[in-house]
């Protein structure tokens, strides 16, 4: 398998070093002049940066804005104020209604066993029902799996459901344990309500062993009000001693309790901040975050990184002075948490519109040390897209590969655009993810400023060479 793959990776170079090398002194001197721009976006980032007071004055200063929130819109206004005083050309707002979901006073839990009493850190999931008012208290069946569940079937009813399949420590990318994993969190309430369960319980997604219970979104699907309990995540710590207690003893008794709501839709905006191209103003390269982040943080490495990044990528281009030829749009979408209504809005609105998307770039992988771009993209870009390897592997960007772009930008997919994730590395990510640890504090400003730059180092290769 690998001697094919080297021996295609061979012919790829001979047939494109037979391709360039008529204009192997143009090569030369476009990548070199691509090279001194990189650098000069590079040495603008770290040394007249301005994402990290941003990203300080949004975590800080409005903090937590989870769709519908108060929050959310002070971050709108925010956003709009913000690109406004940066002069974009053009800056507005795009209406769209989003789910309305309040968490209510804080989650309680603990269970008992032989007489002993183990406090357990909670935290409701998105979108969950409350627990009756005085709570719930039940025992407890141990799954690993929606399958094991679903196998269990009737024997659920009554029980309180606890899913524990922990992240896979050997992966090294982090992101693949958490897709290994999420199921458990996303499905787990509508796979066993059907069954008469009193609630679920799900082991919070990360692999640090800890007592800090991370959030997140869960559907019902098509389940009946009555079928809808109440969904919970709790700390990695506690799911191993309850996992252990329950081993000890079956019967042991879980209680929790949680306040939560669903209220109407409520109105809100994504924010658009655009920089007419010169040569192509009706081809448009989109680059975005999301705006909205979990209540029970300050959403900065999810997603404020991801805002103040985009933002940023504008500036430093204008900085220095490279007017882009394609428009460029920053967009920070509101609502990827918890319904993704902004980034359908966005692309229905492009399409309403016959507007002609080339590429996008999302970075929704927290603000930590540059590693590659992800891409998805048709074979003719393909080679394009490898050949700046050598361009930002100074810069550490070394995994450039196909793969995801990213939520918000997923519905722009057509058979004609180029979709981008921002790959930063993965390994500490998951420790504050939908937390109430997700805090300015945990964001670095470097690895912040790296990543603003190796973003507007790929927005600047997109806009010159793609057609
Ligand atoms: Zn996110």
Redesign the pocket.
Known sequence: MKNIFIAISIFIALISCSKTKPNKQTQQTVNKQDSTIIKQLFNTSLTNGKSYEWLRDLTSNIGGRLSGSPEAQQAVEWGEKLMKNLNFDNVWLQPVMVPHWVRGKKEEAYFTSNNNKFNVPICALGGSVATPKNGILGEVIEVKSLEEAEKLGEKLKGKIVFFNRPFDATLIETFRAYGGCVDQRVNGAKVSGKYGVLGVIVRSMTSSIDDIPHTGTMRYGDLTDTEKVPAAAISTKAANLLSEKLKENPTLKFFFKQHCKTLPDAPSYNVIGEIVGSDYPDKFITIG??LD?WDLGEGAH??GA?IVQSIEVARLLKLNNIQPKHTIRVVLFMN??NGLRGGKKYAEEAKKNNENHIAALES?SGGFTPRGFSFDTSEKNYNLFMSWKSLLAPYGLRDIKKGHGG?DIGPLKSETISLFGYKPDSQRYFDYHHTAIDTFDKVNKRELELGAASMASLIYLLDTYLK
């Open positions: 975050g999301h982040s999810d997603d991801g990827e948490e929704d939520a």
